[in-house]
């Protein structure tokens, strides 16, 4: 079955940074789209960033653009995000899911994994 386990989240003061990471598997991970999405308390889940299957282009919200950097291991079937210059606005667990698009917010699978606890705190 499709699985997902996020890692790399904690408290980091405003302006640090921290990288994410995600392991995928149950499906043909190198076949897909990936995004990473967040949802803070009491907000919807958004998608924050994508990629390609082929790690050949990104896409970013423009919340983030700039500060975050997707990139993924298809020989790994890991997909990760970068974090810099973070904000108390970016407190949120984070998760990923392989996307039906890379311009889609649309996740392809209806599972998520537990997520990783991101807090921008001082």
């Known amino acids: 079955q499709v699985q997902f386990v996020e890692s790399g989240g904690g408290l980091v003061q405003p302006g640090g940074s921290l990288r994410l990471s995600c392991a995928a598997s149950?499906?043909?991970?190198?076949?897909?789209?990936m995004g990473w999405y967040r949802q803070a308390p009491g907000k919807k889940r958004e998608l924050v960033a994508a990629?390609?299957?082929?790690?050949?282009?990104?896409n970013y919200a423009d919340s983030v653009k700039g500060r975050f950097t997707i990139s993924r291991d298809n020989a790994e079937n890991m997909v990760y995000l970068q974090m810099s210059s973070l904000k108390p606005e970016d407190t949120a667990v984070y998760y990923c899911?392989?996307?039906?698009?890379?311009?889609?917010?649309?996740?392809?699978?209806?599972?998520w994994g537990q997520g990783t606890q991101v807090t921008v705190s001082s």
């Open positions: 990629i390609t299957s082929a790690g050949d282009s990104t």
């Open positions: 149950g499906f043909t991970f190198s076949r897909y789209d």
């Open positions: 899911n392989a996307l039906i698009g890379l311009r889609s917010a649309i996740p392809q699978f209806g599972s």
